[in-house]
């Protein structure tokens, strides 16, 4: 016996571990479960695994504060060797990870594998939907450019709006008044040791789920699922046709796993990580707030949504949707599972897909970003064209305050229409206003000289109904 062989023997025999993982490694699943069409959640498990692969080598390098962060990205980026490539796998193994994780619930909810009992894997991977999306999100504030910066802004002041518990929400999510040093390291520890450890918490569950309910059987037309007797029929099935899970149907999985991997490589090497935008800077308008596609659609959602129930939705919208899917097996955890029986679920699935691209298309265009194709306004709308009425305006157009606000019907819709300003403020407020700016608008005290900032008030203050 070579040594490897004694080693491992002996290695085996103190730790038991070919005894506890073999059975598990071999055990039976239903023959018309090792196809193509059952490699998505063991994708996702891949992709997880480059996440913390990449994000462990990232973080070697990175340095969560908010002085220091852009500047160690770029450093990443540009000086380390390996630095572009990693970074870029972990941008683009997180929309891929995204992507399966949705791939995997469609597929597990059109075959209603989340029916009796199963129930609970259902359960915990929607709890696993969440925490990846929430990886999402703090994953991109983490990045801390402009982009990151004003889309925290935007959540937070969103989040504020809230009755009740909206000052409390705000405060959680900036860990105080501002985007701030406290708001990274608030993201950066949900994103490196919070998260992370529920998410190995919960697949852990979920896989221990998987083997001990077994793996699904493909559905078929008129095998409905009935609780008294589904565990019975199941193992008998699975005793009389099931194929050891290793290796005849985990290489699919393996393969599939590899193709994915490779794909986010290539990627990362011909596209490269998202461009770091310029630094953080509140006060700068130029910023256009683009969040990472896969929450685009929901902004635009939001956007859409008159901005009385806007908040409510906000909140209230994935609560509900999260809600929802909690129940779902709840509300039917028996009966037919093929969806060529279940029409509606088939039509829900369409209908989703219809409304997020279609959101999606909007949000790329959405108001709720500067509008920099603004026209300037008029000497017509400013009602001068000299003086002081007429350099406020002026200073409306080239200060960049058009962006964001509409006046007479020139300007962006990121903040309030100001045609009638006048009315609702004085001069106090409107000169506070500008300078310090507000929970989605920059402050402009440090940009603005004073001539510049009492022609504001001036022209502002003259838009009056009359
Ligand atoms: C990036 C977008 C953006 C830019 C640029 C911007 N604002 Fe705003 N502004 C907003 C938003 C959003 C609000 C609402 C603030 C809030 O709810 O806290 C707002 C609020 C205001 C208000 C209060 C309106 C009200 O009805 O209460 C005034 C006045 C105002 N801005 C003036 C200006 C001026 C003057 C400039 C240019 C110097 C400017 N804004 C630039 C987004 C912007």
Redesign the pocket.
């Known amino acids: 016996m070579n040594f490897l062989k004694r080693a491992w023997l002996w290695f085996d025999d103190r730790t038991g571990l070919s005894g506890a993982i073999g059975p598990i490694a071999k055990h039976a699943v239903p023959p018309n479960t090792a196809t193509w069409f059952y490699v998505f959640g063991s994708a996702t498990l891949f992709t997880f695994m480059l996440q913390v692969a990449t994000g462990v080598t990232l973080a070697f390098i990175y340095v969560p504060s908010s002085g220091e962060a852009y500047q160690s990205l770029q450093y990443i980026t540009t000086q380390t060797t390996f630095g572009r490539i990693v970074r870029g796998m972990h941008n683009w193994g997180a929309s891929a990870m995204i992507l399966l994780v949705g791939i995997h619930m469609i597929q597990v909810y059109l075959t209603a594998a989340y029916k009796f009992p199963r129930e609970m894997n259902w359960i915990s991977g929607v709890v696993l939907l969440a925490l990846t999306v929430v990886m999402g999100f703090t994953g991109q504030v983490v990045r801390w450019d402009q982009t990151a910066v004003w889309s925290t802004i935007v959540a937070a002041e969103q989040a504020g709006r809230v009755p009740l518990v909206g000052g409390w929400l705000a405060d959680f999510i900036l860990g105080g008044d501002t985007v701030g040093g406290t708001t990274l390291s608030r993201m950066y520890a949900y994103h490196v040791f919070l998260i992370p450890a529920l998410l190995f918490v919960f697949i852990g569950f979920h896989l221990y789920l998987v083997i001990k309910n077994g793996i699904s059987e493909f559905p078929r037309a008129g095998d409905p699922v009935d609780p008294a007797t589904y565990r019975e029929k199941y193992e008998a099935m699975v005793k009389k046709k099931g194929i050891p899970f290793w290796p005849d149907a985990a290489w699919k999985d393996m393969v599939f796993g590899f193709i994915v991997i490779c794909t986010i490589l290539v990627i990362a090497i011909v596209i490269g990580p998202p461009e770091l935008g310029p630094p953080p800077n509140p006060s700068d308008?130029h910023a256009l707030p683009v969040p990472d596609w896969y929450f685009v659609f929901y902004f635009a959602f939001l956007a859409l949504m008159p901005p009385e129930i806007e908040t409510y939705l906000m909140v209230f919208g994935p609560l509900l949707v999260g809600l929802l899917l909690f129940c779902l097996p709840f509300i039917s955890n028996r009966g037919e599972r093929s969806p060529i029986r279940r029409p509606w679920a088939v039509a829900i699935v369409a209908l989703t897909i219809a409304t997020i691209s279609g959101l999606w298309a909007i949000g790329i265009t959405s108001p709720w970003s500067?509008n920099f194709d603004a026209k300037p306004l008029t000497a017509e709308i400013i009602g001068a064209d000299s003086g002081p009425l007429w350099r406020g305006g002026m200073n409306?157009n080239d200060?960049?305050?058009l962006?964001?606000?509409t006046v007479s019907g020139h300007g962006g819709q990121?903040?309030?229409d100001?045609t009638y300003?006048g009315d609702?403020?004085n001069a106090n407020e409107?000169t506070w206003?500008?300078m310090n700016g507000?929970?989605?608008?920059?402050g402009?005290g440090g940009t603005l000289n004073n001539q510049e900032l009492s022609d504001?008030v001036e022209f502002?203050s003259s838009r009056k109904k009359k």
């Open positions: 308008i500067p409306f200060k960049g305050c962006y964001c606000h990121r903040g309030p100001l300003v609702r403020l409107l206003r500008i507000g929970l989605n608008m920059p402009f504001l502002l």
